[in-house]
Each structure stands twice: as structure tokens, then as C-alpha cells.
């Protein structure tokens, strides 16, 4: 089967199969991984290896620390403006969709929000041009949302903020493809699209960004206080941590993000390219800021999205429904969702739309 899940999403084959294999004794210690103590040398292993991995994998240098925590992507909403106000009362955010929404939101308890450009009038289908935005001069940061997981659209450039930290929400698209990781104060990702299971959420934060939390900013949410433990001031999410770390050496083994990035460059543009040649199936965005890892699409009439969901999942194509909010159809292509997936993915729409267009 090939899962086109948006998150959680698939994972390696082989990293569920190693996950399997050592499941009940890891390398011979007689306990399974859930069972360790953090503070153990063999978790401390595990642990400091994922990190290393995943910094050479992003190229992330001294100057920025890696986090490990908890709550999933959604928690940051909140951890990013408690953390990084500091003495200033507003912070800048582009708007290119839902998930930009909630961002905003939520920061929106804490900081006087500026939105500098938004793409709602035209449907979120397109990033707004940057030479229009209205950057402003006293915000603490510029938030942005690389990818658009619900919607499917996608930066292809990274924004200019002047001399505030740019801080990203890289969850739907890191390790995709390589990023130059000096030009961010922030990048942050929940974990269940390209790193691992869901509730963990990867942080990485330039250094002279730490210490300026909030006076009531709760400890857990304090990145002064999680980088100076490790990510272990409390216990964290030890196993999903691990599993992290497979999937770090597995995209180690197939070339690292350079590697990657021209896989899934190819694997969008193999189904944009199918459904653009064919008029039964469409995708409102535009085309230059199509999203890699998340493809939206539509019938040509909706009242055959239950039969061809329905040959999907006969076929082992999970989980093609597009999001509630949006409807339609929805393929996430993911680092794990191999090339031959989505010649599967293809070849169904081909027959179907034979069938029924
Ligand atoms: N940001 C983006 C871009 C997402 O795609 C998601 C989840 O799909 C989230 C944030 C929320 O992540 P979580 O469910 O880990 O809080």
C-alpha cells in the first residue's frame, strides 16, 4: 500500500522495520528503547546521534541549537512570541493559509500582529509578491509558513526580513530539499511529515536568540531552559525521538537532502505534470509556488470523489481525501513516499478518468 497521508504520514520501510527488529531489545541491553531511562548512556546515544545526524543533514551550524520537544507544531504558536518579544510588543506574519492562520492566532494573545502580505482574497492559491509587503520597523520577528500543508502552496524563495529573525514553520517541508539555514532565527517542524511520529516537534534556534523569554513564559515552553538540558529538563519523548534518529540515518544512507530534493522535484513535477495534461483533473495553484509535498487536486465533477476514493483505496492508495476544510483530493508526497508511489498514484487517475471523464 502507499499511504498519502498529510500527517502523520508514511515512514521508510526499512526504519518500521528496524523500529520492529529491535523493538524488544535494543542491541542486546534486553529493554526495548520506551523503556530506558533518558538519562541512560544507551539513550544519551541515541539521542546525541539523532542530533548530529539531523545537523548535518540540515547543515546547521554552532550558532544554532537544536530542540526536541513535545506538543507538536502547534505548541510553537505560542512558545515563539513568549519566547521572542522580548521587550517589543508586535511581531510581523505573512498569511498564505490555514496554517499561517492559526499561527497568527495564537500569537495574536501575546504580541500585536502585523500582517505584511496575505493571500487570502485570491483563495490562498499564490504567495504574495514580496516587493509589496509591509514590513514593519519595530517587529520582534517576521513568521512565515514555508508550505502550505492544507492548501499546497509553497515558497520558492526565502523572504527578506530586514533585521528581525526570520522564523519559519517548516513542518510539511523540511529536509525536503537543501535550505540555507543562516538566513533563519527560527526554524521549527512537528515531526510527523518528514522526521517521525507525531507530539514531537524539532526546534532550531539561533543561540543569541535564547534567554529573552517572558517573565511568564511556563518552563516547559522556556527554550533558554530546554537548551540548557539537552531537551531533557523533563522526560522527553524518548521513542519518538529514536525513531527520529532512523529516519535521520535513512535519509543519511539515500544522499541527504540534495539527494532528496531532486527526488521529489521530480516525483511533483511527474503528477503536476499529469494532472495539468489532463482535463479531468485540475489544481488551482499557481504553478510556481506548487507545493512539493502536498498536491491538492479535483474531479472534474465531485460527485465521483466517493468511486474514485473508493478505487484508490482497493488499489492500496490510502488516505487521497483532501482536507475537510478544502475537499477535493489531496496526494502528500513526503521524503518516505517512494517515486513508484506516485507512478501508482498516476497510472489509477489515468484509468479512472479513461473510465468515468
Ligand atoms: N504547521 C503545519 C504547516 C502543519 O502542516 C501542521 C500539521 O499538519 C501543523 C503546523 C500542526 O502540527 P501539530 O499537529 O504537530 O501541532
Not at 113 to 141: K, L, R
Not at 197 to 209: A, E, F, N
Not at 303 to 312: D, I, K, R
Not at 316 to 343: C, K, Q, T
Request: aromatic letters at 10%; a negative charge.
Amino acid at each position: 500500500a502507499y499511504n498519502f497521508c498529510a500527517g502523520p504520514a508514511t515512514l521508510p520501510e526499512s526504519v518500521l522495520k528496524q523500529a520492529r527488529d529491535e523493538m524488544l531489545d535494543w542491541r542486546g541491553t534486553g529493554m526495548s528503547v520506551m523503556e530506558m531511562s533518558h538519562r541512560s548512556d544507551a539513550f544519551v546515544e541515541i539521542a546525541e546521534t539523532a542530533e548530529r545526524d539531523f545537523r548535518e543533514l540540515a547543515g546547521i551550524s554552532d550558532d544554532y541549537a537544536v530542540l526536541f520537544m513535545q506538543g507538536g507544531a502547534s505548541s510553537q504558536f505560542s512558545t515563539i512570541p513568549l519566547n521572542l518579544l522580548g521587550s517589543k510588543t508586535s511581531a510581523d506574519y505573512v498569511n498564505t493559509g490555514i496554517w499561517s492562520k492559526k499561527a497568527i492566532a495564537e500569537a495574536e494573545r501575546y504580541a500585536s500582529v502585523n500582517i505584511v502580505a496575505s493571500s487570502e482574497s485570491s483563495g490562498f492559491t499564490s504567495i504574495p509578491d514580496p516587493s509589496s509587503w509591509q514590513v514593519s520597523a519595530d517587529a520582534a520577528y517576521l513568521h512565515y509558513t514555508p508550505n502550505e500543508t492544507i492548501g499546497g502552496v509553497e515558497f520558492d524563495f526565502i523572504p527578506d526580513s530586514g533585521s528581525a529573525p526570520l522564523v519559519a514553520d517548516m513542518s510539511s517541508t523540511i529536509l525536503s530539499r537543501p535550505v540555507d539555514v543562516s538566513k533563519f532565527g527560527l526554524i521549527y517542524a512537528g515531526a510527523q511529515k518528514n522526521i517521525g511520529p507525531s507530539g514531537l516537534v524539532v526546534v532550531v534556534i539561533r543561540k543569541d536568540l535564547l534567554g529573552k523569554a517572558r517573565q511568564e513564559t511556563p518552563t516547559m515552553m522556556n527554550y533558554q531552559v530546554i537548551a540548557d538540558h539537552g531537551s531533557m529538563y523533563n522526560t522527553p519523548a524518548t521513542y519518538s525521538w529514536y525513531l527520529a534518529g532512523l529516519v535521520f540515518k535513512w535519509l543519511k544512507a539515500q544522499g541527504g537532502v540534495k539527494a532528496m530534493g531532486e527526488i521529489n522535484r521530480r516525483k511533483a513535477e511527474k503528477l503536476y505534470g499529469f494532472i495539468d495534461n489532463h482535463e479531468f483533473y485540475a489544481n488551482p495553484i499557481d504553478p510556481r509556488f506548487r507545493s512539493w509535498m502536498n498536491v491538492p487536486f479535483t474531479l472534474q465533477d465531485d460527485a465521483l470523489n466517493s468511486a474514485f476514493l473508493e478505487g484508490a483505496n482497493a488499489r492500496g492508495l490510502l488516505n487521497l481525501a483532501g482536507h475537510r476544510s478544502v475537499g477535493g483530493m489531496r496526494a502528500s508526497i513526503y521524503n518516505a513516499m517512494p517515486e513508484a508511489g506516485v507512478d501508482a498514484l498516476i497510472q489509477y487517475m489515468a484509468e479512472f478518468a479513461q473510465e468515468r471523464g
